[in-house]
Every structure is written in structure tokens, then in C-alpha cells.
């Protein structure tokens, strides 16, 4: 059995990984494009490869891509704001006071306890389906871990890192920003891309619920319209944004981390 | 003691303001209905329209879409931490494909696979599947090698290698992932119901309050996910250390 061969590094794998890794989706696609040439799918069930790349560039065309990608992308940027400004606060004002903790924990982790899904209705029923629900269910959805992890972060700052600020006497102020936020630094950010992370999954749930724009609207309408490759070529760009969203958070935390380490 | 009263305050106060606001005319009772409302549409709901069915079905969906979800990416997670081929070969479009926020693939799913509940139970599976596979692949992979070693000294056979060294070393992460499944695969339910709203289920009860515009029966409806989602959360955590209690010991 190879599974449990010891790994011998050179020998065991002769192409580069990215050679290799390429392999599986270039055996799905050829047998993606033979099912659709031999008409073993419907093409209302799977359209050919090329139909969804020419969808792609078609809406690419047309502007309509570049239009509900902004769209998209505006509201993650907006309700992510909002969301991680709201957490930070609450994060850093229950990691410095006990106090606070006490009074506002419960009712926050009862608030948390719903997934953003759940919130979608009421939210619907209390300020309708314009912008302010879609930034609304966003926010929501960064609020709580960056909440969390800001408060966690905070907690976990050595005890001895306060004492030194102390003996320097170090207002409450000089403590937060120049002691206690850049030693919290690590897992805040950690907070801050499950955040996002949560804001554009939101976002598609927001979109497919209420919407006339945005990405996720352009899967209803592929899906009314009965358009696989509209919807195939709007779940691809989904997943490429949200990607990249998520390697820019990667890309300033080590940047931060740098900073921090030199 | 003092600190759980602390607690009490805010949920407290924001229940009077509600009463208030509610019976005072402060604001539309259509919007924010009185509290005593909302407890009689539970008990109308229960005893007339079939509640605890709903909640029922909600929840033996969950449960067959995890099941199904957890034991597929046991195995596909144990396949791909231990073979450096499956590694290379699948993983990259695993992790290609997960980049899809998991609720943009209803559509599709709805599609191929009928807006019945197979579908819901197959999206259920997919929300399970994703988080058992990376944990798994992850603790498997982190056994260690020297272990490993030994076990072939002392000529364990390979099944014997996998189930008495690789997967107990890889029990907390497993144990994490599906964790983590337990909530996704909840998630997945409401979503399912949301978006392929053929029978019974409590997401389709809050969605049916919304188009009546019937602010009680979605509360209701939100307070049940809360609880339900707590109570999941609850017994996956216990769930979880009683796994890693060797790790202690």
C-alpha cells in the first residue's frame, strides 16, 4: 500500500506540484466537454465548457460583469467597514474592562448565537430590501469574529507587557495604542479575515434573497432564465473574488507582521 | 454571582423597551409585536400548524446531510493526508473549488438536482463535507514521523498503521472539523429551505412569516435558530473533549 510509504522527497513525485495539480481539473474538463459533445447531459444540466467561457466573456463584454462586481464588492467594502469599526470597538472596550465584559457578553453571544442567515427576514421586514440591508447583514457577519478575536487578542497580551507600560506610566491611551493593540495585533487580524471571509458569504446570501444587482443576482437570474453557464460563470467569479479578497487580507497581515518583527 | 446579574441587565432593559415601544404606540406593532404575542404564536404554532414537525424535519435533514457530509470527508480527508499523490492531485482543486462561497452553489444544485430533498441534503452533505476534509487531511498529515517509524519496526500492518496511529493522532483535529461541520451543516439547512422552499421546515416557516409579513412567526422562527444552533454548539464542544481526553490524560 503507497499510502503509508514514508515520503521520499525526491524520489517519490517526478513533475513540479503545479504540473501535477493541474491534472485533476484537465481530466474534469475533458470529461466535462465529452459529456456535453456526446450529449450525455442535457445542456440545460450541463452546458459545454466553452458556452460557460463564452458566457463569461460575453458578460465581460457587455459591462454587465464589471458592473455587478463593483456592486458586489462596494457593499462587502461598506458592510465590512462598518462591521469590523463596531467589533473593534466592542472587542477592545470588553478585553480592557471586565466590567464591560460582564454586562455585554451575554446578550452579545445570544446576538451571535443566529446565524446571519436567520437575521436575513427580520432585517428584510424591519428596513426592506434597499442598501441598508444588504450593509446591514454584511456588517453582521464581521461583527462577531472581529468582536471575538479582538477580544481574545487583548486578553491573551502578557500580563508582564502591562506592568512595563505601568512602570513607564503610561496614560490609558499610550497602554491601548502603543502596548496593548500592536501586541494584539496577530489574532485581530486573524478576526479581521474570518471577517471578511463571513462578509462576502453574507453578501451572496443577501444578493440571492434581495436583489436587482451584484453577483449573486446574476446567479437568480442565470437561475430563473434557466442560463447554466451565466450561473457557472458568476459561481467562477465569486470564488475568484473572494479569493483575492482573502489573499489582500493575507498580503497586509504579513505586512503588518513585518513591521512588527523588525 | 454579581457578574451573571451584570448580565441580566441589557437583555432585561432591552425586553422592557420592547414592551413598551410596543404597547405605548411608540412604534408600529406590526413591526416589533409585543413579547406576549410572540410566546402565543409559539403556543398557537405548536398546538395548530405542527411546530415541533417542522423542527423535526429541519433537523433530520441536518443530520442526514452531516452524517453523510462528516463520513465522506473522514474519507477523502484520511485518502489525502496519507498519500502524497492524492495530495498533489486533488487538493489544489479542492481548495480551488471551496473558494465558492458555499451558498452560491444552490442555484446549481437546485438544478441538477431537483428543488426536492435530495437537493436540500446534498447541499447539507457539501456545507459538512468542506471542514472534515481540510481537518482531517490536516491531523493526518501531522502525525508524526517518527511514530510512524516505530509502528513499521514493529510491523503494524498498513490498516493497523492508520487506524491505531494516524487517525488517533489526528482525533482533535478530526474532532474540530466536525465541529465545525455540526454548525455549517445547521447553517446549510436554513439555507436549503430558504432557497428550495418545498416542505416542512422552520427555515421555511420564517420565510412564509416574512412574505405574510407576520413579524411574530420570524421571530419565533429566529429565536428557535438561536437556541437550536446553541444547543448544536453545546454538544459538539463536549463532543470535542470528550475526543481529546487522551491528549490530557
Known sequence: MRAVSLPSPAASLAFPPAVIALLFPAFLLVMWSLAARLGWLPPQILPAPGEVGSALVELAHSGDLLHDTGISLLRVIEGFAAGCALGLLLGIAMGLSPTVEDYVRPLFTAFAQVPTLGWIPLLMLLVGIGEGLKILVIAKAAFVPVTLNTLAGIRAVPSHYAEVGALFRFSRWQMLSKVVLPAAVAPIFTGLRYGLTHSWNALVAVELLASAEGLGYLLVWGRQMFWLDTMMAAMAVIGVVGFLLDRVMAALELRLQRWRLA | ?249
Request: charged residues 15%; aromatic residues 8%.
Open chain 2, 1 to 249: 454571582m454579581r457578574r451573571a446579574l451584570r448580565g441580566t441587565v441589557l437583555p432585561v432593559a432591552l425586553l422592557v423597551v420592547w414592551e413598551i415601544a410596543s404597547h405605548g404606540g411608540l412604534v408600529d406593532p406590526r413591526i416589533l409585536p409585543p413579547i406576549e404575542r410572540v410566546a402565543r404564536t409559539a403556543i398557537d404554532q405548536v398546538a395548530n400548524h405542527g411546530l415541533l414537525g417542522d423542527l423535526g424535519f429541519s433537523l433530520l435533514r441536518d443530520m442526514i446531510g452531516f452524517a453523510l457530509g462528516t463520513l465522506a470527508g473522514l474519507a477523502a480527508g484520511t485518502v489525502l493526508g496519507l498519500s502524497r499523490v492524492a495530495d498533489r492531485l486533488f487538493m489544489p482543486t479542492f481548495n480551488g473549488l471551496r473558494q465558492i462561497a458555499i451558498l452560491a452553489w444552490i442555484p446549481l444544485i437546485a438544478i441538477w438536482f431537483g428543488m426536492g430533498e435530495v437537493a436540500k441534503i446534498v447541499f447539507i452533505m457539501a456545507a459538512a463535507f468542506i471542514p472534515v476534509v481540510l481537518n482531517t487531511h490536516e491531523g493526518v498529515r501531522s502525525a508524526s514521523a517518527q511514530l510512524v517509524e516505530v509502528a513499521r519496526t514493529l510491523t503494524f500492518t498498513p490498516w493497523q498503521i492508520v487506524t491505531r496511529l494516524y487517525l488517533p493522532a489526528a482525533l482533535p483535529s478530526i474532532a474540530t472539523g466536525v465541529h465545525l461541520a455540526l454548525i455549517y451543516a445547521w447553517v446549510a439547512s436554513i439555507g436549503s429551505e430558504y432557497f428550495m422552499t418545498v416542505g416542512p421546515g422552520i427555515g421555511g416557516m420564517i420565510i412564509a412569516g416574512r412574505e405574510r409579513f407576520e413579524m411574530d412567526l420570524v421571530m419565533l422562527g429566529i429565536l428557535i435558530l438561536g437556541l437550536v444552533g446553541y444547543l448544536i454548539n453545546r454538544s459538539a464542544s463536549l463532543l470535542e473533549a470528550w475526543l481529546s481526553r487522551w491528549q490530557r490524560a
